[in-house]
């Protein structure tokens, strides 16, 4: 985000970031961070954690639980490759989580977060390993912070958390 802005001498609108999972969280703490820069944030299915749940996270962290409590293990199992695009898409469509999105969006998301790759496959643009590391350090605080800015939900496979303007101006 902020080389997108240098890349503009720094002068940009305030954009809305809308993510899922853990993208969603990280623009999450990228608005807090430059609240000047965001009208708001979209996230769906991201791990925001606030109130007791934070306490439980601390706990989780420090015993070692979160290893096989959080998105932090399923994330060592991930699979990054597909030889398709349609493949791609129907890895997703058979999951839970994705069965319930809009066909649409489904597409988009194949399209424009698994892009393909020389030989036409589709592989994921993240490193698993990185995405274990920070599940593994997932900040409790974040989510009550948030929550003092905009209002959060909890129900899964629906957007999480939509926040207006983070400001008056």
Not at 14 to 34: C, N, T
Not at 136 to 153: F, K, Q, Y
């Amino acid at each position: 985000m902020s080389r997108y802005r240098d890349e503009r001498g720094g002068e940009h609108p305030k954009v809305w970031l809308v993510d899922h999972s853990l993208s969603g969280y990280l623009s999450m703490m990228a608005a807090l961070k430059h609240p000047q820069w965001a009208k708001g944030v979209v996230m769906i299915d991201s791990p925001v954690i606030a109130g007791w749940k934070s306490g439980l996270l601390r706990f989780t962290q420090f015993t070692g639980l979160d290893e096989r409590l959080s998105p932090a293990a399923a994330t060592q199992r991930r699979r990054t490759q597909w030889p398709s695009r349609d493949d791609t898409w129907r890895h997703f469509r058979a999951k839970p989580a994705f069965a319930r999105w809009d066909k649409r969006m489904l597409s988009d998301y194949t399209d424009f977060a698994i892009p393909a790759v020389p030989n036409g496959a589709r592989s994921l643009t993240f490193d698993r390993h990185v995405e274990y590391l920070i599940y593994r350090t997932l900040p409790g605080t974040r989510g009550s912070r948030m929550a003092r800015r905009c209002p959060l939900g909890s129900s899964p496979g629906r957007i999480r958390a939509k926040c207006g303007t983070w400001d008056s101006t």
